[in-house]
């Protein structure tokens, strides 16, 4: 599939998603930062949409912020989420994935507010709570939001299934490189290199079984989709 097309589907997906997500009561508004870390992880298709933004706003010096800033305990997936969803329906065990909560804030979160937040990635995105998470201390999330959430992070990761997934800092390092966002856009990557993992398409969905009818009419959105 061509480049623009894959950024088609994405803000589609993305409308799809903000729409479902305004049908609860939740918490979260300006200045609410708490879930800003640095351990968010995106695909390549969501950091081309941020490069993109970048360069049309000029504000390009954010990815000098990126690099100077990066916490060298950030997360770093050893897996995508399509395929942990294929080892554990072969009842395979994923890799563990340490994950270092105090690793600190997004290195470009600036006074508790994101200025990428209308091409922010699908992790930020659908990291919401029913409750300040300052005041509880976790994400008051309802279970059938996290099945939903780790749907579309499925067909995001489907739709980019040439990419990679990995820290929001490693993959605008790796686009921020020319010769790495020349090949992207043309299909050309190869294996992913250190601190990114390849992605793939979808397998299999991981629906539990209490979430399987009320979930039909957004897949039908998001299978409906086309450019």
Known sequence: ????????????????????????DLACEKYCAHCCTANVTMTTLEGYRILNHLEKTGETRYLEMIARQAHPDRFLPRISINRMADICARDGDPPDEPLNPDAGPCPVLADDTCPLYPVRPFGCRCMVSARNCGRTGFADMDPFILTVN??????LEHIDAQGYTGNFVDVMQFLDLNENRQNYAAGRLGAAPDGLVANQPVFVLMIPPEHRERIQPLLMQIRSLHV
């Open 150 to 155: 780790d749907v579309f992070l499925q067909h």
């Open 1 to 24: 599939m061509e480049l623009n097309a894959k950024l088609t589907l994405l803000e589609r997906m993305v409308d799809i998603y903000d729409r479902f997500a305004g049908e609860f």
